[in-house]
């Protein structure tokens, strides 16, 4: 039997390697995930169908005179969509003159870049591709006295612009709900990358359950054509959290009662005190994101046999996934040294201890090692907060297999 695979579709059919207009409605789409499966990691990619550039149309043009081809302070042109604008030219050669140029992007003027001061001249002027539906000039012209460009009049004669039918502003929403990806200006003609798509959907899957369908709206500023690069994703099994006590029966699978792990063992102690607990800092669990603490343990002639964490729950029942690791030139090493642990983070909206104790406990050299913790089934939130014990260190923080951030 072949093995399950998640499907990218429109129109029922394979959507990856195909080419769509898209605007601000947005091209309905469908990421089928086979029942009892949730996304491990998914790898989706669009990019613009053509970036070759061309005149602009359907400009209008105004001036503080009302006459473009005579002398103005101001010109502006406006063409009514956000469009990728590469390139402009004058409608004429005046000597000593500039244009310094704002261009209004997604509802806000900013200026052009990399320069914003282009003098003014009938040959075309290009620059990087900026998502815009008007453009401003400013005129400056060249004081002969200090060799300084001030605001004057002069001749502009007109303004013609360079544009491609690249996309501006593409966005990834789940349903209805607000885009929770946005590629700001405008889309490259090389693969852009869809962060937090494979988190949001294993969410809406837990959310509706029973539904293998996930609903997905690609969208941008105007309709331009856009392109599904490539789409991957791998799948692990989609298992419930265990009810208290382990297993579906009472006492777990083996008929004993688990061990409780806020029931001190004999001989168990607590080396690293806890300070008193304040949610001053509150770092996300789940999904693509991992936290790790540093701690040192001195105490070798000791066991370490459980640890503890402040914590409260977003949503759901997620579950906390803790590793140990050595230290490795400041951040964790790759490599566990011990077998995961999972713990249920506590019910109700209020942060409170969770214990995570390992099965037996672990005899470590003096030195500083990490604690790192994720959530699954869920988000959660970890308190790792300025008040810590002593031996604990700052708390980094990891995004989708990422480098270690503070």
């Given amino acids: 039997m072949a093995d399950p695979v998640v499907q990218l579709q429109s129109d029922k059919q394979d959507a990856a390697g195909r080419t769509f207009t898209v ?9 089928i995930v086979p029942p009892g499966r949730k996304l491990d990691r998914v790898r989706l990619t669009i990019k613009a169908s053509d970036s070759t550039g061309k005149a602009a149309s359907g400009i209008t043009l105004s001036c503080d005179t009302g006459a473009p081809a005579s002398a103005v302070r101001w010109m ?13 030219a004058f409608a004429a050669d005046t000597t000593a003159a500039a244009g310094r140029i704002r261009i209004l992007s997604d509802g806000v003027w900013l200026p052009l870049a990399p320069l914003d001061t282009l003098v003014v001249s009938k040959t075309a002027q290009s620059f990087v591709p900026q998502a815009a539906s008007a453009l401003a000039v400013e005129v400056l012209v060249l004081q002969n006295e200090t060799k300084v460009l001030v605001p004057n009049s002069a001749v502009l004669g007109g303004l ?12 990834l929403a789940i349903g209805d709900d607000p885009p929770f990806f946005r590629h700001a200006g405008v889309l490259p003609a090389t693969p852009v990358e869809i962060s937090g798509l494979a988190r949001l959907t294993n969410r809406h899957l837990l959310d509706h359950p029973g539904t293998q369908a996930v609903p997905l709206r690609l969208l941008a500023a105007a309709p331009r054509k856009i392109r599904i690069d490539s789409f991957s994703a791998t799948l692990v099994p989609n298992v419930p959290a265990p009810t208290p006590g382990g297993g579906s029966g009472s006492g777990g699978g083996s008929g004993q009662q688990p061990e409780n792990p806020n029931a001190p063992r004999p001989g168990e102690i607590t080396v690293l005190q806890p300070a008193e607990a304040q949610a001053l800092e509150a770092r996300c669990l789940g999904g ?11 105490d070798a002639q ?8 402040y914590a409260r729950r977003l949503d759901n029942a997620p579950q906390a996934q803790l590793t140990l690791h050595a230290d490795r030139a400041g951040v964790p090493a790759d490599s566990p040294l011990a077998p995961a642990l999972a713990v249920p983070v506590s019910n109700g909206d209020q942060a409170g201890w969770l214990r995570a104790r390992w099965p037996e406990p672990l005899d470590l050299p003096a030195g500083d090692y990490w604690l790192s913790v994720t959530a ?12 810590r014990p002593a031996n604990a260190g700052a708390a980094l923080i990891r995004i989708a297999g990422g480098p270690w951030l503070p």
């Fill in 23 to 31: 605007g601000p409605d947005g091209l309905e789409l469908q990421l």
């Fill in 160 to 171: 013609s612009l360079t544009v491609t039918d690249q996309p501006c502003h593409a966005a």
């Fill in 302 to 309: 000791r066991a370490l046999s459980a640890v503890g964490l």
């Fill in 76 to 88: 502006r042109a406006e063409w009514g969509e956000e469009r990728a604008l590469v390139g402009l």
């Fill in 376 to 387: 699954q089934g869920g988000e959660a939130l970890w308190y790792t907060a300025a008040q």
């Fill in 288 to 298: 693509e994101f991992r936290v790790a603490q540093r701690f040192r343990w001195d």
